[in-house]
T-cell receptor, first 116, second 111 residues
Framework: GAVVSQHPSWVICKSGTSVKIECRSL??????MFWYRQFPKQSLMLMATSNEGSKATYEQGVEKDKFLINHASLTLSTLTVTSAHPEDSSFYIC????????????FGPGTRLTVL | GEDVEQSLFLSVREGDSSVINCTYT??????LYWYKQEPGAGLQLLTYIFSNMDMKQDQRLTVLLNKKDKHLSLRIADTQTGDSAIYFCAEDTGTASKLTFGTGTRLQVTL
């Protein structure tokens, strides 16, 4: 149980285009989903927290207009990187927690974004 | 901000025990976690410990918690080559299940 998937697993795009990454909880309802980015050989940096049906809460320094997050249902959250640039190239990982207050975070396998 | 520190690298021989250390900062954390990340993959939850516990054992894994020193460790007994990965400790911040991750320790297991 507690499986989280991400799609796509990797994507290469041209500078200036937008890329959408999906995060799905496959066998549980996720009231909260988190989006992280990870640079090579570094730790995870939390970008934003999203709750189903409400606006995402962004961490300090993360541009909300550049990284659009939509948590439209209890099993799906999407991250759209708008007008991507090479410096946006990174590994993006989502996680999800269930409805119990004691639920831990379950992580997706990550999406590697390369912007040319 | 909060900094959760780990040593960068650890090399052990197959069959030996590995001990990965973590120093955290938030004394109000309720849970502390250990995650494993293999190359190009997401994070796998290995184990966690409630803050009022000193020790937790789960098969080959033993977690020790010293709240006074804010020190957490993960011991892997009989380390195998499949244990080679990056290990992250994490503390919850008490806010909407948010986690603060450590800097990560790369474990290399040699034959």
């Amino acid at each position: 149980g507690a499986v989280v998937s991400q799609h796509p697993s990797w994507v290469i795009c041209k500078s200036g285009t937008s890329v959408k990454i999906e995060c799905r909880s496959l066998d549980f309802q996720a009231t909260t989903m988190f989006w992280y980015r990870q640079f090579p050989k570094q730790s995870l940096m939390l970008m934003a927290t999203s709750n189903e049906g409400s606006k995402a809460t962004y961490e300090q320094g993360v541009e909300k207009d550049k990284f659009l997050i939509n948590h439209a249902s209890l099993t799906l959250s999407t991250l759209t990187v708008t007008s991507a640039h090479p410096e946006d190239s990174s590994f993006y990982i989502c996680s999800a927690t269930g409805t119990a207050s004691t639920d831990t975070q379950y992580f997706g396998p990550g999406t590697r974004l390369t912007v040319l | 901000g909060e900094d959760v520190e780990q040593s960068l690298f650890l090399s052990v021989r197959e069959g030996d025990s590995s001990v990965i250390n973590c120093t955290y900062t938030d004394s109000s954390s309720t849970y502390l976690y250990w995650y494993k990340q293999e190359p190009g993959a997401g994070l796998q939850l290995l184990t966690y410990i409630f803050s009022n516990m000193d020790m937790k054992q789960d098969q080959r894994l033993t977690v020790l918690l010293n709240k006074k020193d804010k020190h957490l460790s993960l011991r892997i007994a009989d380390t195998q080559t499949g244990d080679s990965a990056i290990y992250f400790c994490a503390e919850d911040t008490g806010t909407a299940s948010k986690l603060t991750f450590g800097t990560g320790t790369r474990l290399q297991v040699t034959l």
